[in-house]
């Protein structure tokens, strides 16, 4: 063998030995770039659970929110049942009311019914009575007996006004009986007309004087006529007049009144 031939080769060793370096060189380049990677993957990875920490934290805070929605939800409707709870108990207690409001409705009818024809009947016999009364304030009881009539007509005037007025009047009737009073008024008498001052004295005497007191005459209910009266009675009849307008102080006076067993 010629070893000339074989030393003329030495360039292959360094071939071999570049090409290594060049491997090594070659796979620590792909070592570097693979950590690179995997540092950047990691990252990524980093950043996601991040992202994903916090939709959990929002989504917890959102089932938070519900929950104490929900729970408030329930006090509230709890509260509500407690309140149609009490409702039910006032519609039921109104129910009762509004039964026992119809039935006293259907009495309230049947009262009318019944006390409509009674104060009709009640009218009569006050009228009937100041007919037969001493004729004292004529035109003003008159006034008053028509006042109760028209009353009784009108539909805008409540049972119980009418009631009441229809009482009212009675009262007056009443009074008359235990009062004194003295008023001017028309005496229709003797085929003439005069003013004259009139005095009752309850309803047991019915007495009147001219201003110029020159007459004084009384009520006779037996005749039912007026009878002039002698001069005897023309002083203690002025007093009486003074007294009932209260302008002397009040005394026993004499004045005629009918004896009981004349009196129809």
Do not use: H
């Amino acid at each position: 063998m010629n070893t000339r031939g074989f030393r003329t080769l030495p360039g292959i060793g360094t071939v071999l030995r570049l090409s290594a370096v060049a491997i090594c060189l070659s796979a620590s380049a792909l070592f570097g770039a693979g950590v690179g990677d995997a540092l950047d993957e990691g990252d990524a990875g980093n950043v996601a659970a991040a992202e994903a920490q916090k939709e959990i934290e929002q989504v917890s805070d959102e089932a938070e929110k519900m929950l104490t929605e929900y729970r408030r939800t329930l006090q509230e409707i709890d509260s509500i049942r407690l309140y149609n709870d009490q409702l039910e108990d006032v519609v039921a207690s109104q129910k009762v009311e509004i039964s026992d409001l119809e039935t006293q409705i259907k009495d309230i009818d049947n009262v009318e019914r019944k006390l409509g024809p009674l104060m009709a009947q009640m009218i009569d016999v006050l009228e009937r009575f100041v007919e037969l009364d001493v004729p004292f304030l004529a035109e003003e009881r008159s006034k008053r007996m028509a006042a109760l009539r028209d009353m009784m007509k009108r539909s805008d005037v409540s049972l119980s006004e009418k009631y009441r007025r229809l009482m009212e009047a009675y009262q007056v009737e009443n009074e008359y009986g235990r009062t004194i009073e003295s008023y001017k008024g028309t005496l229709d008498a003797f085929g003439s007309s005069r003013t004259v001052d009139f005095l009752r004295v309850g309803r047991i005497a019915l007495v009147y004087q001219t201003v110029d007191m020159e007459e004084s005459g009384r009520w006779d209910p037996e005749s039912k006529t007026w009878v002039v009266l002698d001069d005897g009675y023309r002083r203690s009849i002025r007093q009486g007049i003074r007294m009932a307008n209260k302008r002397t102080a009040p005394d026993l006076v004499m004045v005629p009144v009918a004896a009981p067993e004349t009196v129809q």
